[in-house]
């Protein structure tokens, strides 16, 4: 799209006005309705990000954000956030800063109006350095698709066409971390291989795996938020959930819990793994464009009450502790996952994000029988530079 830098108006979103909100969330659905037809991007329902938005989120005790729309001839053709946040841990670079919700028409023009507002942000607030896309931190979508752009995107993961990569080096931007997606079939039925191994483990350990319990919801949440914590700490991009924020997303999830899959791992010294697998709704999602007034949400509705119409599922979230690391824990909570009733209708899984540089993941997903089905790419500049 042929657009001059000196057409594009930059406007900051105010996240406590309900108009700006709207503007903001409209640039995705601009961008990916007029600059490539056959698009598999999915938009988040406007109710969800403006609760994800809104200043009550407890995130916002710890992240300060900014955000902008990129307007050009009347129309919202871009979005960004600029996100600092101070529970960053010190291999991830203290003195940097983030980006997120990035959508933009294929300009390079528009491209640098967004990151140039963002990186300047940033850098008066004493930041050196800029990664992303994610949406506020690692804990939600991160990266841009690198690939695999025909299909549609697992719940809560992202999708972009090709051409945002290209937008990333033409703003000086460099690939910093690649990020792995996995899928499994499961055609209703646990794997083979991901039972035969399941069953060893469970021999060989002792370890024994239960649903969550949701009459005991308060506990269950601190028991999973502590082993996220401590699984995840090493890893690259890890930002803690902090017990009010945990709250607040599961909270959020509750509408997707009746057809979710929750899995304690617990061995003599109490639990030491977790595991949640979420139905996946984006096909069912996709018709809507982001708002529940469609003529296509009682289709969603009877899915969400039945379960049935959600042919996959999505593994969001895994930990195991890292004193059992190594003993196919992992395998054996998602054989246990898949055995349960929400699975049935379940005709594959899809997995991650995952690090491909943790070698111990990556094996104990590939040893379920799983493969790698999307890459993402997370880029990064020092603003010095930008």
């Known amino acids: 799209m042929s657009i001059g830098a000196r057409d594009v108006i930059i406007r900051e979103c105010d996240p406590a006005r309900r108009a700006d909100v709207a503007q903001f969330l409209d640039a995705g659905r601009n961008v990916h309705a007029h600059c490539h037809t056959d698009s598999s991007w999915v938009a988040p329902l406007d109710t969800e990000m403006r609760r994800y938005l809104s200043p009550k989120n407890p995130l916002f005790r710890h992240v300060d954000v900014a955000l902008w729309t990129a307007v050009w001839k009347g129309l919202v053709v871009g979005s960004i956030a600029a996100i600092d946040d101070n529970s960053w841990q010190p291999h991830q670079r203290p003195d940097g800063g983030g980006f997120g919700f990035f959508e933009c028409v294929d300009s390079v023009a528009v491209a640098h109006a967004l990151m140039d507002t963002a990186s300047e942000w940033l850098r008066a607030r004493g930041r050196r350095h800029v990664i992303g896309p994610f949406n506020l931190t690692t804990n939600y979508s991160t990266g841009l698709l690198a690939d695999n752009f025909d299909s549609v995107p697992s719940l809560m993961m992202p999708y972009n066409p090709p051409y945002y990569l290209e937008l ?57 938020r502590d082993i996220y914590n401590t699984s995840w700490r090493d890893n690259w991009g890890f930002v803690p959930y902090f017990p009010d924020e945990f709250a607040y997303v599961a909270d959020g999830l509750k509408p997707l819990l009746k057809h979710s899959v929750i899995v304690l791992a617990e061995n003599a010294n109490g639990p030491v793994g977790f595991l949640l ?101 997370v880029f990064g500049t020092d603003l010095d530079s930008a």
Do not use: Y
Not at 210 to 222: F, K, V
Not at 328 to 346: T, V, Y
């Open 277 to 377: 697998a979420l139905p996946d709704l984006n096909p069912r999602l996709r018709p809507l464009n982001g708002t529940l007034l469609s003529r296509h949400t009682p289709r969603l509705a009877w899915s969400m009450q039945t379960g049935r119409g959600i042919e996959s599922c999505r593994v969001a979230l895994m930990g195991v502790v890292p004193e059992a690391r190594r003993t196919g824990i992992a395998a054996l909570m998602l054989a246990h996952a898949f055995q349960s009733p929400a699975a049935a209708h379940w005709k594959r899984a899809t997995m991650g994000w995952t690090d491909p540089s943790n070698v111990d993941i990556s094996r104990v997903i590939q040893a379920t029988g799983a493969t790698q089905c999307r890459s993402f790419r």
């Open 168 to 224: 990333m080096r033409a703003c000086g931007l460099t690939r910093v971390k690649e990020l792995w997606e996995w899928e499994m079939p499961l055609d209703g039925r646990v794997p083979t291989r991901l039972a035969r191994v399941a069953d060893r483990v469970a021999r060989e350990t002792g370890v024994a795996v239960r649903d969550g319990n949701p009459r005991l919801w308060a506990s269950e949440l601190s028991a999973i």
